[in-house]
């Protein structure tokens, strides 16, 4: 069954987008019914000529005695019946480049790129005079001229994201399935690419209405007795000092009808990111909350009933409670959603600032993990491995100076140092040629290197804790292998307490000491290590993940689906044993 | 298809499949060599870690990525031999589900739409294949009104279940599943193999399955081909290979897999105080 949630993402309107359109509304009533009423007194010549304002006149009459008014009102129509059509033939036959070469071969496709690279090079409107010219004086070879020049701009943004969609997976498919090149394109493209396309035909429509309008200006577009904005910016600039009124009403709607468009492509732009509208939550003690557990003093690390909330309210970690003593390895199991990452990353400090955590004591020693902690303590007592190597370093600096970088900020040592104890500490977990790794870049690094070095960072700074989360899910077997020992032989060696967040089972039976099992944002069972590879388990959650789970050890005739959603016990706690099962009871290892 | 073609050929034959990217000094060989095959109702599990070129091998089969020496047989003919209009009849016959479930759904076309593009892919209406559109719903366990729906109201596993029905709607002679769990969680795991195992029995799919998980492969597959750096290390019966794996690579694969009968990563701390 699909799910009830549909997430549909309700239209956001925006302030810009309402004046935008309202603003366009006017534009557009004014260009429909200004003709049918003002011809008249746009273009009959009468012996009133260069007047000033008057109440016949409110903004006074040109050479020939025509109202300037009227005349303003009149352009209307032709202004953006000209942009509109420029706008339409340039998206049309940007949008027809742009997809289509993304059928042709690869030397066509790169051919073509490449000419639009080149004209793209050019201004726009300068390429635009030189069509113009060409093509002779008058409206339409305007529109042309702009419409041409601004195809290679068009065409590379719709080939850009259009390149970035041909690459995804239903678009491949299609292919494979023998779809017809075209229908790939109005099937699988365009509808995807529609509203950024939206966004930049009215960004397109306001910038054509300037070029128009100078082309106008410059004598090159409208021709007497012909008129839109530009041609009565033209007209008026002959009178500048004598009648300045003039060439205010063009001016005006030049930019009004350049301001709506704009702000109808920001309004767009906004609609349609769905970021918009965050709110910041915050950390706090949590108040009313009665204490679950007793508090287990001789804990290195010491959660006690956290929660974490999102900005609505709605609970992603319903209540955790945990201890990590010296020297343990704790492993966090459980599904995306289970709110293991959560749990870490708050007991880290580095949740994102919109979630708000509330516990009744978090700490780590005698640090205070509630309280706004000095980024140095937090940094140099807690060391972090995160899930990919390839992305968590800076491709563009060397290995070096990332590696060392807590050092020398945090424990002000000097670069040499820093250096060279970090030389050191890559040598003790087996890093061959260390000084020459220090002043490579990560990409000439394999994965499995790259997350030992992040490893050995975490370890010279001698932390109390280390949090891994999901260390090894992007590493191949063999390398994940490699990892797993370096950190089992760091926990034996150095003795540092480490919190283990995986999804793999296998993984954390074979490093962890003791096991969380996470569900729903909420504790469902607690085992040792050794209990959960021997299948010792007695929640029902941890019985089906282990019976959902292929094994090579045994060839599994079917496979148990589990629901995560079907599995809502309350979290057990001493003060309120709630409805769960005695099986659920929390295990004291 | 050609005259060569006879039912006794098996569905998949690779004959020293080379695949090389770039040119001149740039050149890179992915594939050096390789060859297998699938016959008619088999699965065979590839296995391999990142660069191994199990996924160049799988587009190439399908196509996606050029051959540079070595044949492709479908069905007893060689692809490379074929007419343009016989390439385009055989896309048809061997179809890939691939890896990520968010991807490889069209967000702007209804589940429908989608099946029906896979079962007339020039017309793509969905009122005319209303019942095969049913059908194949039903194969993989989803209400037949799920079909005027968009892919953003499914979860990752109902997705990836619509990519399989999508695949077999085509009535394909071979499919490939790329990694088709490697993005999905436990218990989605679980469903997806089981749909898997399911309709290997019931429609007697054939099958080049690809994972890294050795877990898995193992899960689905009678017959296991080991890549390494493009080359075949081992290929062989599923029990055999896992059971008494030949060459020292595959051994150390199978050692590698945590809660595996090989795996050892050293002495557990002594117990804390």
């Known amino acids: ?589 | 298809m050609t005259s060569t073609a006879t039912s006794a050929a098996p569905v998949l034959e690779v004959r020293d499949l080379e695949v090389t990217f770039g040119s001149g000094h740039a050149a890179a060989k992915v594939l050096k060599g390789v060859s297998a095959t699938i016959e008619r109702g088999k699965t065979l599990g590839i296995v391999g870690e990142s660069g191994s070129g199990k996924s160049t091998l799988a587009k190439a089969i399908v196509g996606l990525n050029p051959v540079s020496a070595g044949s492709i047989w479908v069905n007893g003919a060689d692809v490379s031999r074929m007419t343009s209009g016989q390439r385009r009849a055989m896309r048809r016959e061997v179809q890939m589900i691939p890896q990520d479930p968010y991807s490889s759904l069209n967000p702007r076309r209804t589940i429908g739409q989608t099946l029906a593009e896979a079962i007339d892919p020039v017309k793509s209406n969905p009122r005319a294949h209303r019942e095969k559109i049913s059908y194949w719903l039903s194969t993989i366990r989803l209400d037949a009104d799920v079909a005027e729906r968009y892919p953003h109201e499914f979860s990752g596993g109902q997705r990836q279940r619509i990519a399989i029905a999508r695949a077999l709607a085509v009535g394909p002679k071979l499919i490939i599943a790329d990694e088709i769990t490697s993005a999905l969680d436990l218990s989605v795991q679980a469903e997806i193999l089981n749909l898997i195992s399911r309709l290997r029995t019931e429609l007697d799919l054939t099958m080049a399955f690809i994972s890294h998980d050795l877990d898995v492969v193992h899960h689905v597959s009678d017959e296991i081909m080991v890549l390494f750096h493009g080359e075949v290390v081992e290929i062989g019966d599923v029990d055999s290979v896992y059971g008494h794996p030949k060459h020292p690579y595959t051994r150390k694969l199978i050692d590698s897999v945590p809660g595996g009968p090989g795996f050892d990563i050293g002495e557990r701390r002594a117990a804390v105080v």
């Open chain 1, 1 to 589: 069954m699909a799910e009830k949630t549909r997430t549909k993402r309700h239209f956001r309107w925006t302030t810009g987008l309402i004046i935008g359109i309202a603003l366009m509304t006017v534009m557009i009533l004014i260009g429909l019914l200004a003709p049918l009423f003002l011809t008249e007194a746009a273009e009959k010549l009468t012996a009133n000529a260069s007047q000033g304002p008057s109440s016949a006149h409110w903004l006074g009459t040109d050479d020939f005695g025509r109202d300037v008014l009227a005349r303003s009102l009149v352009a209307t129509r032709l202004t953006l019946v000209m942009t509109a059509a420029t706008t339409v033939i340039s998206v049309v036959g940007g949008v027809l480049i742009g997809t289509f070469i993304w059928l042709a071969p690869a030397k066509i496709r790169n051919a073509v790129l490449r000419v639009i690279d080149a004209a793209v090079a050019y201004p726009s409107l300068i390429f635009a005079l030189l069509i113009a010219a060409i093509l002779g004086q008058g409206a339409w070879s305007a529109v042309l001229a702009i419409a041409i020049a601004s195809i290679p701009a068009f065409a590379r943004l719709t080939a850009n994201m259009a390149a970035s969609i041909s690459q995804r997976n239903y678009v491949s498919t299609a292919r494979l399935l023998g779809v017809p090149g075209p229908r790939i394109i109005t099937r699988h493209l365009l509808p995807n690419m529609a509203e950024p396309l939206l966004v930049l035909t009215a960004t397109v429509f306001a910038t054509t209405l300037i070029e128009l309008s100078s082309l106008s200006f410059i004598g090159l577009g409208v021709q007497n007795p012909e008129y839109d904005f530009g041609r009565l910016l033209n007209e008026a600039l002959v009178n500048i000092y004598s009648q300045p009124l003039q060439a205010v009403m063009p001016s005006i709607m030049i930019t009004i009808a350049g301001l709506s468009a704009m702000l109808i492509g920001d309004g767009l732009a906004a609609a349609t990111d769905p970021r918009g509208g965050r709110k910041f939550g915050s950390v706090k003690a949590a108040s009313e909350l009665p204490a679950s557990m007793r508090a287990d003093r001789e804990a290195l690390v010491e959660v006690d009933n956290l929660t974490v909330l999102t900005p609505n309210g709605v609970p992603l970690v319903k209540g955790v409670s945990l201890s990590i003593h010296a020297g343990e390895v704790v492993g966090l199991v459980g599904e995306s959603g289970s709110g293991k990452s959560l749990t870490a990353m708050s007991i880290a400090g580095l949740l994102p600032e919109e979630l708000t955590v509330r516990a009744h004591s978090m700490r780590l020693g005698e640090l205070d993990l509630l309280k706004r902690n000095d980024p140095r303590t937090l940094a140099t007592s807690i060391g972090l491995v995160y899930q990919d190597p390839g992305t968590s370093f800076n491709p563009a600096l060397r290995i070096g100076s990332q590696l060392t970088e807590v050092s020398r900020i945090h424990l002000k040592q000097s670069g040499k140092t820093a250096f060279n104890r970090m030389v050191k500490a890559l040598a003790d977990i087996r890093i061959t040629q260390p000084e020459l790794r220090m002043k490579q870049h990560p990409h000439e690094l394999s994965g499995g290197m790259l997350q030992r070095a992040m490893i050995a960072s975490t370890l010279v700074t001698d932390p109390r804790l280390i949090i891994a989360d999901e260390p090894t899910t992007a590493l191949d077997v063999t390398v994940q292998a490699d990892v797993l020992r370096q950190f089992r032989t760091i926990n034996r060696e150095m003795g540092t307490a480490m919190l283990f967040i995986s999804h793999d089972i296998g993984v954390v039976q074979a490093l962890c000491d003791k096991v969380i099992v996470m569900n729903g944002g909420k504790i469902l069972e607690r085992l040792t290590g050794a209990q959960l590879a021997a299948g010792d388990v007695k929640h029902p959650y941890t019985k089906a993940l282990l019976a959902a789970t292929p094994s090579i050890a045994e060839r599994k005739t079917e496979l148990v689906a589990v629901r995560a959603e079907d599995f809502t016990f309350d979290e057990i706690s001493d003060d309120a044993p709630g409805p769960v099962q005695p099986e659920t009871e929390r295990l004291q290892p």
